[in-house]
């Protein structure tokens, strides 16, 4: 059974700092592209950031120089390391692993990230 388990978010100030993290079980993670996406309310989900099992990442625009993604194969576990955090990072954010060429994709449960004054 696949399991990815995110934690880290919560409630901050603007120009905070937090590290999310996702645990993965289930999977042969160091062969998975793993990334991080998130919705807000009222949006649709969007990339925020991606690495392959070979540690290439990309970033969405909105993030790039303030947010990384990194991840521990031995841990099974990706990060994403946000800084400077803005009122329009508000939102769930979920771990996603991939195996490219194939089917096989997986979602987390979600975790909630609000930015404000």
């Known amino acids: 059974q696949v399991q990815l388990v995110e934690s880290g978010g919560g409630l901050v100030q603007p120009g905070s700092s937090l590290r999310l993290s996702c645990a993965a079980s289930g999977i042969i993670f160091n062969i998975y592209a793993m990334g991080w996406y998130r919705q807000a309310p009222g949006k649709q989900r969007e990339l925020v950031a991606e690495?392959?099992?070979?540690?290439?990442?990309n970033y969405a625009d909105s993030v790039k120089g303030r947010f990384t993604i990194s991840r521990d194969n031995a841990k099974h576990t990706v990060y994403l390391q946000m800084n400077s955090l803005k009122l329009e990072d508000t939102a769930v954010y979920y771990c996603?692993?991939?195996?490219?060429?194939?089917?096989?994709?997986?979602w987390g449960q979600g975790t909630q990230v609000t930015v404000s004054s």
């Open positions: 690495i392959s099992n070979r540690g290439s990442t």
């Open positions: 996603n692993a991939d195996l490219p060429h194939t089917t096989q994709n997986h």
